[in-house]
């Protein structure tokens, strides 16, 4: 392949960018950028594509387990969602006010800090109250996701570290948000929402929050939740829909959720980005086979047969080693 200049990856960006389509409802048909789909229907609507579609948090949850991704599938008719962590949401939270998405106030609600009493009294919040449970539960059903001061001083304070980052300031962040790039994959829709979509290089940005950004901390979570997968997928979409030379790199932004709100920001190394995209690829092997079986097999596989377990080796040896003391 030949390697364009930084010209050409920026003037082809423009030019994918400037032809993105506004989606204004109905089936997607043809591949491209998009703006206007609400990120819930991205997720969760079954029928937004005129065939199968999955994103990368499914086909990583596919690759852990089929039996994991089908439980919560849309096209799953008795699918469930996995049950909402408070880490996840807030995590969530501040990744939708950091990144100035449009929404919020939709999808969250603000906890009050006091309740009035059955005698009229104000008081500070408790969760066992009548009240307080009835106002949680109007919320759910609502399908708000409930936040508390806490929290948003918690995003304040990561806001402010990231505004004095250098690389922040310097515009690593900018670029078109809330868009969706989608590409069919022979009978497959492949989809990605980037957090940026970068406009002056070919460098992808996502912004993670993190509870550590010891360098262990985080290289182990680039393994146990997949990032190089995500990236993987998304270089993939990215060439066959803005050109091939169109992704030159991922970078994170980590950012802490708790004091003292540290801030690193870290480019993946492409050999992890071919290894994401590897799995990726025999992720989509996998959904095909299922699929064709309509079968959604657990940690087993489609191979059923009984197989053997055993005890992990430090524990046969310590064991092993308190024998020999006794009998000694």
Not at 9 to 17: E, F, S, T, Y
Not at 60 to 78: F, G, V
Not at 150 to 174: P, Q, V, Y
Not at 230 to 254: H, K, M, N
């Amino acid at each position: 392949m030949t390697m364009q200049s930084l010209g050409d990856v920026v003037g082809n960006l423009v030019d994918g960018i400037g032809n993105e389509r506004y989606w204004r409802g109905g089936k997607i048909a043809e591949p491209g950028v998009y703006a206007g789909v609400d990120i819930e229907r991205y997720h969760h609507d079954p029928d937004l594509f005129d065939g199968f579609s999955i994103s990368s948090s499914g086909l990583r949850a596919l690759l852990r387990r089929p039996a994991e991704y089908w439980w919560s599938s849309p096209y799953n008719p008795s699918s469930q969602e996995p049950e909402s962590k408070p880490a996840l949401d807030f995590g969530k939270a501040a990744h939708m006010l950091l990144l100035g998405e449009d929404g919020f106030a939709g999808q969250y609600s603000l906890r009050p800090a006091t309740y009035t009493d059955s005698k009229g009294d104000e008081k500070p919040w408790n969760g066992n109250a009548t009240s307080c449970k009835d106002w949680l539960a109007q919320q759910a059903k609502a399908g708000r996701t409930v936040i508390t001061e806490t929290d948003i001083a918690h995003i304040r304070h990561m806001a402010d570290a990231l505004s004095r980052k250098e690389a922040i300031r310097l515009g690593i962040l900018n670029g078109k948000i809330e868009r969706s790039i989608f590409h069919k994959d022979r009978d497959i829709w492949l989809k990605s929402r980037p957090d940026v979509i970068p406009i002056s290089s070919g460098d992808f940005v996502d912004l993670k929050t993190a509870a550590s950004v010891d360098d262990e901390t985080l290289s182990r979570a680039i393994f146990a939740h997949g990032y190089h997968v995500q990236a993987g997928l998304l270089r993939v979409i990215v060439r066959e829909i803005l050109g091939p030379d169109a992704f030159t790199s991922f970078t994170f932004v980590f950012v802490e959720k708790a004091p003292p709100y540290d801030v690193r920001v870290m480019q993946l190394k492409d050999a992890d980005i071919d290894i994401g995209e590897r799995q990726a690829r025999q992720g989509l092997k996998l959904l095909r086979e299922c699929l064709r079986r309509q079968e959604w097999p657990g940690y087993d596989g489609f191979d059923q047969h009984i197989s053997y377990i055993e005890m992990p080796s430090w524990a046969k040896t310590r064991i092993d080693n308190e024998l020999n003391a006794e009998a000694a």
